[in-house]
């Protein structure tokens, strides 16, 4: 099992969640009331996250978009960011080496106040720059809670490639 593996089941055992909950199908339009509702907040929140990326707003996507206590890590990349701090920090160079990103989810489940979203992660990296990312699209699993009413990122998780259509 493969270090992005186990950490992604970990990071779905901390938010206890369990194969119970709404989760999207492959064609099947509408959902659950509940995955309907969370499928709209996180689309809300991936155009947050989009458009404060083209405007380079490193504080909307640090604090609008991610918890305070959010972790990130991704295929090939050392570092484990932990936190607005290092978020806010690492922000500040991504949005100066891409120009923009586009979010498509692939597949969600929610359960009560717990949900996750697969989706392909497509950024527009500065061409001199290419070199120092993965090929665009990647694969990226974020995980969300629903906390004082509102549906926040606690974290993601990345791996190189794209996700068809049959997840």
Not at 23 to 29: I, V
Not at 94 to 107: C, F, W, Y
Request: with cysteine; proline share 4%.
């Amino acid at each position: 099992m493969t270090h992005a593996i186990r950490a992604s089941w970990l990071l779905l055992a901390m938010f206890g969640m369990t194969n119970a909950g709404a989760q999207s199908q492959p064609g099947h339009a509408g959902g659950s009331a509940e995955e309907i509702a969370f499928k709209r907040a996180v689309r809300q929140l991936y155009d947050i996250k989009e458009s404060a990326w083209t405007k380079g707003d490193v504080e909307a996507i640090v604090t609008r978009f991610y918890a305070p206590d959010a972790v990130a890590v991704g295929e090939g990349d050392p570092t484990t960011l932990k936190g607005t701090k290092q978020f806010r920090e690492a922000y500040k160079q991504l949005l100066q080496d891409i120009t923009s990103v586009r979010v498509e989810s692939v597949r969600s489940v929610v359960n009560g106040n717990a949900g996750w979203d697969w989706a392909n992660f497509y950024a527009n990296v500065k061409p001199e720059k290419a070199r120092e990312y993965p090929p665009s699209p990647v694969r990226i699993l974020f995980l969300f809670s629903k906390e004082k009413g509102r549906w926040i990122c606690k974290g993601d998780i990345f791996v190189t490639g794209k996700f068809d259509d049959s997840l």
